[in-house]
């Protein structure tokens, strides 16, 4: 196989995050390049569904050894990667090794860095797995309440905010800025709950999906208190009893991507480009929820996606914007309040 560039599988993986990534500071982007490529890779290990669960914990857990320098083995995922139907997927599998082998080029402490939060969102892929063993739609399993979905929200999205700042704190911000956020809880519990609210708009925009695959990430026990149960969200019928519950996640959702804006503004202007990395993700994820808003929630005839020329309206608007203070902050427009 030939070499494909980090840049090149960047680029193929990642689709609209890759302009995030590529607006990044320098001297944060090969660090979070590298985790995201990383998580990419188990991602993609953890949805082969057509390989059995117990062969996937057992492919994750073999490259979470390798990250964590507990073996030094060879990976071979060729079953894994004959399955794959996305070229670049397939490409993530065929380049393990490389990605791996980056790893050593970081500093000990990026390193340990990138290792914690990549052990973390494999947690979370751990945890689905054996949560939904079993799961098809004749055998629906849903999440048992809040403190499962915050605390998968957490490992597959949090975690990251929170690797982000540790970043930003050790190689973007001055002396003052480090003083300021270093030991700041609340700033670092906002960049937490900004990675949950991108999860639970995924959540929330892929929920017929999820069900037609067996897996109910709304909590049974809210499901209950609206005399449902997850097998009733297979049927569109079931909208108009749903929908309360529904529209009180995305809430939560927007409420998560309102502390995402918060933070955003918390650093400092000079850091444009950080800023605009922020930016993004929080106002595309807006634009997902009014659309979540208008469409129906349990059709899976119904894709809600915010297009290409809708991302590219999105990222033009915030750098014409961004010299106004007021304007800026004005393109983040919020129905509720931040909780």
Same mark, same amino acid.
Not at 284 to 290: A, D, K, R, V, Y
Not at 297 to 307: G, Q, T, W
């Given at each position: 196989m030939a070499r494909i560039s980090t840049n090149e599988l960047l680029k193929r993986n990642s689709r609209s995050f890759y302009l995030t990534l590529r607006v990044l500071p320098r001297a944060i982007r090969p660090q979070i390049s590298l985790a995201y490529l990383l998580a990419r890779t188990t991602d993609t290990i953890a949805d082969t569904e057509i390989v059995s669960p117990g062969q996937r914990l057992e492919a994750l857990d073999r490259l979470r050894e390798r990250i964590l320098g507990i073996s030094d083995g060879g990976l071979n995922f060729a079953e894994l990667t004959l399955q794959q139907g996305s070229p670049a997927e397939r490409e993530l599998l065929e380049s393990v090794e490389e990605t791996l082998s980056s790893l050593r080029?970081?500093?000990?402490k990026d390193?340990?860095?990138?290792?914690e939060v990549v052990e973390t969102i494999i947690s979370g892929q751990d945890?689905?797995?054996?949560?939904?063993p079993s799961a098809t739609p004749k055998n629906l399993i849903a999440l048992r309440d809040e403190d499962e979905l915050d605390d998968y929200t957490f490992r597959v999205a949090g975690c990251v905010g929170k690797f982000w700042t540790e970043l930003c704190v050790a190689h973007v911000f001055n002396t003052a800025e480090k003083r300021k956020f270093a030991t700041s809880f609340?700033?670092? %519990?906002?960049?937490?709950?900004?990675?949950?609210g991108l999860q639970l708009v995924n959540i929330l925009r892929d929920l017929p999906a999820d069900l037609l695959k067996g897996r109910c990430y709304i909590p049974a026990d809210k499901l209950a208190e609206a005399r449902l149960v997850p097998a009733d969200l297979l049927s569109p019928a079931n909208e108009p009893a749903f929908r309360p519950l529904y529209n009180r996640y995305l809430d939560l959702a927007e409420s998560h991507l309102a502390a995402g804006w918060e933070y955003t503004n918390l650093i400092s202007r000079r850091h444009i480009s950080l800023r605009l990395a922020c930016a993004w993700p929080i106002l595309?994820?807006? %634009?997902?929820?009014?659309k979540l808003r208008d469409e129906p929630?349990?059709?899976? %005839?119904?894709?809600?996606?915010?297009?290409r020329d809708e991302v590219r309206s999105i990222i033009l608007r915030s750098i014409l914007r961004y010299p106004f203070k007021s304007s800026w902050r004005a393109m983040a427009k919020f129905s509720i309040e931040r909780r």
């Open positions: 080029r970081l500093s000990a390193f340990k860095r990138v290792r945890l689905d797995l054996q949560r939904f609340d700033f670092e %519990e906002l960049g937490i709950r900004f990675g949950k595309i994820g807006l %634009e997902t929820i009014q929630a349990l059709d899976p %005839e119904c894709r809600v996606k915010v297009s």
